[in-house]
């Protein structure tokens, strides 16, 4: 996703700052996102939409009311929205307890999990009008397949990648704040922004995880239990996953980590939503990256959460997320 700074796009559709700030307070570019340092940022669907506002005004001469009207008419606030996910998804990606579960057997075909996903949105005892499912991407098939037994416009799909904890960062924050949102439109843009832009950056404690040894297999080059023994710096987002670095010991290596923070957020424009430090047993390292990043980007704000029923408590793990 492109980002762009409010000079940007006055030159690209040669419109004034004055405007698109009225845009704003009208609530015509409902999808805000600002940069670490507070500064406006627009992407193409901001793009698209100014274009739509001018082009109604110009071959039907409405006003910007009624544009807005036109544009965003659907209004969250007299809808009864269900946020659900599945048993399956609950254990494979960190999401938010707010979401209610659909109990999957995982040993089911597609066309059977289907039914039982169809099955349970049927038997809900109080109807709701919007349906948004967060699941993991291996099962788009299962859910798109019930698409035909719901009302248009009803049901709404956001397949998810395990990447960190930002998919429980994204979950969590749509749960608490479904009720701020104008309007659909908003809301589907506001998720697609935190898929699109969100990352996760993890401190794993060693690579033991990954590489299990097997001491009856003899090498002549015995290189593998050295590397075990460092630190892997892992990157993960909606398109990729990859091992950033390697480090004898992160305690050791705080502004490093800090300054890739830095780099990542410089590559979107400096867009941030939240950041939130995570960490599985002991707080000591996320506090230090917290001081560190404090010092060097003085705009993020940063919270610190422990992860709760943490998969695999052998292994330590810090996670920092971005939304």
Known sequence: MNLYKIGDI??????????????????????????DGYTRLFDQNDIDTIKSIRHLQKSKALPLNLIKETLFSNNLNQQNVLLLTDSFSQKNLPLSSQLTIIPLDE??????????????????????????????ESLAKSYAAISKNLPKNTYFLYPLKHYGMTNYMITDYIANHIHTFSNLTELHLVIN????????????????????????????????????????????????????DFKADFSKSIEEIVLTIDMLLQKQKRYIQEACIFYSHSNVLANAIKNKLSSICPNVTCSIQKINDWSYPKNQVNFISII
Do not use: A, W
């Not at 030159?11 to 600002?34: A, E, H, M, S, V």
């Not at 597609?110 to 967060?134: E, G, H, V, Y």
């Not at 299990?212 to 015995?222: A, E, G, R, S, V």
């Open 10 to 35: 006055c030159d690209l559709l040669n419109i004034t700052p004055r405007t698109i700030r009225y845009y704003d307070q009208l609530g015509l570019l409902p999808n805000i996102k600002r940069s």
């Open 107 to 136: 040993t089911l075909n597609t066309s059977q999990q289907s039914k039982q996903i169809n099955d349970f949105i049927q038997n809900i005892k109080i109807d709701p009008t919007l349906i948004i499912c967060f699941f993991h």
């Open 193 to 244: 922004r935190f898929i699109t832009l969100g990352f996760s950056l993890c401190l794993l404690d060693c690579l033991d995880t990954y590489i299990t040894i097997k001491d009856t297999i003899q090498h002549p080059h015995n290189f593998v239990k050295p590397i075990t023994k460092f630190f892997p710096l892992l990157l993960s987002n909606n398109e990729t996953e990859l091992v950033m």
